[in-house]
């Protein structure tokens, strides 16, 4: 009996140490930014055994869609329950995931007038929870994905600087405008007047086929790509237009089209998938 009992309790206590080590996240966290004269909020994950380790960590950028902020990937995402779970099953290394604020004051991730989200973010962000955290400073160990218009940013951040990312994973992601033309009804739409020159310099750096096309191939391929939209998505054209325009340069890229529409269901399956292929850049593949 007493055997018995010992097994039991002995059973327990492996299992609580199995089952029980999680992650945790952070999401009100604040830091002030100068660049954009406010208070910036931010989430991160940080994995199961950060408070117990000395070790330092790989990083994931991950970028919220229009309309939410710096929680959308914690509430609707469900950062946490998945990417404890990736890593339990042995298919997602332990690293930290950094959720930025994308929504307040205005709204996106690109440098626009006044609103120098992009400076922030490499000027003022990056080197913030990089030196807060314990997070490994180079390429092979820092990565970038996103939804919707965190997609987009994805492809901006890793095309703009691909010294810094090993990989990037745009879901669903809006490419740009796919014609100046479009980008004229956009601005338009916002109130937003510049001059004929000042459009198109923001569409070739705002654009990713465009500038896909027009960089040197070899920083473009120096990043891994997972590219992934729902067939019925309707960012289906620029998804699939960057997918044409990478293959005709023979750019190295995952390209995935699942059944599926612009929705949390889609990208809470994606994010697995995400987690593993970032995983394969951060262990050297």
Request: glycine share 8%; proline share 4%; charged share 25%.
């Amino acid at each position: 009996m007493k055997n018995t009992i010992f097994f039991l309790a002995f059973h327990l206590i492996i299992s609580s140490i199995a089952f029980g080590q999680n992650g945790k996240v952070l999401d009100e966290l604040t830091l002030n930014s100068k660049i954009l004269e406010s208070q910036r909020k931010f989430a991160i994950y940080l994995p199961p055994d950060y408070d117990s380790s000395q070790r330092s960590y790989p990083v994931l950028y991950l970028l919220h869609g229009g309309g939410d902020d710096q929680t959308g990937w914690v509430q609707f995402g469900e950062v946490l329950h998945i990417t404890d779970k990736a890593i339990r099953e042995g298919k997602a290394t332990p690293m930290i995931i950094v959720m930025p604020d994308a929504n307040t004051g205005k709204r996106g991730y690109f440098n626009r007038g006044d609103w120098r989200y992009e400076d922030f973010f490499f000027e003022e962000f990056m080197p913030y929870v990089e030196t807060t955290y314990r997070i490994k400073r180079e390429k092979r160990f820092r990565a970038v994905a996103g939804l919707s218009m965190g997609g987009g940013g994805s492809f901006m951040y890793a095309l703009h600087h691909p010294e810094l990312f090993s990989s990037a994973c745009p879901l669903s992601a809006s490419v740009g405008p796919l014609t100046i033309d479009k980008l004229k009804e956009r601005l338009k739409e916002r109130g937003e007047t510049y001059s004929e020159e000042e459009i198109k310099t923001y569409f070739k750096r705002h654009n990713a086929i465009s500038l896909v096309e027009s960089m040197p191939i070899e920083d473009v391929k120096s990043v891994r790509w997972f590219i992934d939209c729902g067939d019925d998505d309707f960012l289906y054209e620029g998804n699939s237009l960057i997918h044409i325009a990478m293959k005709k340069k023979d750019i190295p890229h995952e390209y995935r089209v699942r059944d599926g529409r612009h929705s949390w269901t889609y990208w809470r399956a994606s994010l697995p998938v995400v987690l593993e292929f970032v995983s394969d850049a951060f262990h050297q593949y």
